[in-house]
């Protein structure tokens, strides 16, 4: 964990810096723990809950609920490491809140969309790491969760098993700044509208094997602005695909795209063309065989807005 950053997310965030200790009775905690990680300052408490044995989040968090004081349902983390926890329900916090959700599940395959109602306007941040999550089910979905907590600002994905990014998954998030999913090479399609209107988005990175996007995926802004979004497609195996142009319609933001580590031979003037017109601060990051006549056009019509590594 980054010290320096907790520190600054409790200082912007977190509201009175204040020490914040564990409970008295941390028996009933188990068998996750209450615990303050000594080498942050101001202290702050977290849950982590390990072990390959079964745990009923639910109950262990309805009882937390019931016999902590109201001045101790607040953490910084919820770690999840445990290894037999198979879904996370709805509710399953009660009304214990976080700042941050880190899911290390290995046996986690679907999480409910109201899995986060409780501790929707404390949090800050959601990673799941080696979590094998499963395509969105009616009210199993991922994204339905990450809609529902509004001041969510870091969204991290990593070793998913989802086939898809569905249409319209994060359109009009309010607050998110930061989404990675990366690591998933189940993944091969991203859906129409999947991020637009994300008015606060500065980076959006997937790593996965994409072979199809939908229209104005990335239209984060409807009304012009000069902040950069920068938006990774490295490691998507984009060699084997063309993607149609349109994928990149209304972004309405200057975009810094890297496209590198995709065995691109060269930038197809057919999909990205339209793509630096839209404007002239947009800059392709690629590692393509820069020699390759089918990038004369970007050498020759588009000379600032493109760098490869290899020229
Ligand atoms: C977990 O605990 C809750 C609350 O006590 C209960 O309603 C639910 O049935 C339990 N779930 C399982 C899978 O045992
Ligand atoms: C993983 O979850 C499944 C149900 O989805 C369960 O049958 C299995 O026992 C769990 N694995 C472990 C290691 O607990
Ligand atoms: C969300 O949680 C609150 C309490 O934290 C509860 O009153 C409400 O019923 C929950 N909403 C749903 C749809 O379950
Ligand atoms: C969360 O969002 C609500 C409204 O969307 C806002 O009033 C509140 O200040 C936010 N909470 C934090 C901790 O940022
Ligand atoms: C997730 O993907 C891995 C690797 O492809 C596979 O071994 C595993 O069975 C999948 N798990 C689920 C729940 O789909
Ligand atoms: C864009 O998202 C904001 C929330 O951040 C919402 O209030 C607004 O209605 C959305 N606009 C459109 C055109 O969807
Ligand atoms: C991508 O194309 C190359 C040949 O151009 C082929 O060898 C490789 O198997 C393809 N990969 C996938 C995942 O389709
Ligand atoms: C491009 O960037 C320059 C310098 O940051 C800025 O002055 C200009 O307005 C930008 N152009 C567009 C179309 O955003």
């Not at 409790?10 to 200790?21: H, K, P, R, S």
């Not at 390990?50 to 639910?58: E, F, M, V």
């Not at 949090?123 to 809609?147: H, M, Y």
Request: proline residues 5%; negative net charge; aromatic residues 8%.
């Amino acid at each position: 964990m980054n010290q320096l950053l907790i520190v600054t997310l409790l200082t912007l965030f977190g509201g009175i810096i204040a020490n914040y200790v564990c409970p008295p009775n941390l028996d009933i905690f188990l068998p996750c723990e209450c615990r303050v990680d000594p080498g942050i300052l101001p202290l702050y408490r977290s849950i982590e809950c390990k072990g390959d044995q079964p745990i009923n989040l639910t109950a262990l968090f309805q009882r937390l609920s019931h016999e902590l004081k109201a001045d101790e349902k607040d953490y910084l983390y919820f770690m999840l490491f445990n290894k037999a926890v198979d879904v996370l329900p709805a509710n399953v916090f009660a009304d214990i809140t976080f700042q941050h959700v880190e899911l290390d599940g290995k046996n986690l395959t679907k999480v409910h969309r109201l899995v986060l109602n409780g501790t929707q306007d404390t949090l800050k941040s959601l990673e799941t790491l080696n979590l094998p999550l499963v395509d969105g089910n009616g009210d199993w979905d991922v994204f339905k969760a990450i809609n529902l907590a509004h001041n969510l600002s870091d969204v991290t994905l990593l070793y998913t098993n989802l086939t898809k990014i569905p249409d319209n998954a994060l359109q009009s998030h309010p607050s998110l700044e930061r989404i990675e999913i990366l690591m998933s090479p189940s993944i091969t399609s991203i859906g129409r509208n999947a991020f637009k209107n994300l008015t606060k988005v500065e980076f959006i990175s997937i790593e996965a094997h994409v072979k199809d996007i939908g229209d104005e995926a990335f239209a984060v802004s409807h009304v012009s602005t000069d902040q950069t979004l920068w938006l990774s497609f490295i490691g998507n195996n984009l060699n084997n695909h063309t993607l149609r142009k349109e994928v990149f319609n209304g972004i309405n933001r200057p975009v810094d795209l890297n496209v590198m580590l995709n065995d691109l031979k060269f930038i197809e003037e057919s999909t990205y063309e339209a793509f630096l017109q839209q404007n002239p601060n947009h800059t392709i990051h690629s590692d393509t065989e820069c020699m390759d006549s089918r990038n004369d056009w970007l050498r020759h019509k588009y000379p600032n807005q493109w760098v490869d590594r290899n020229c």
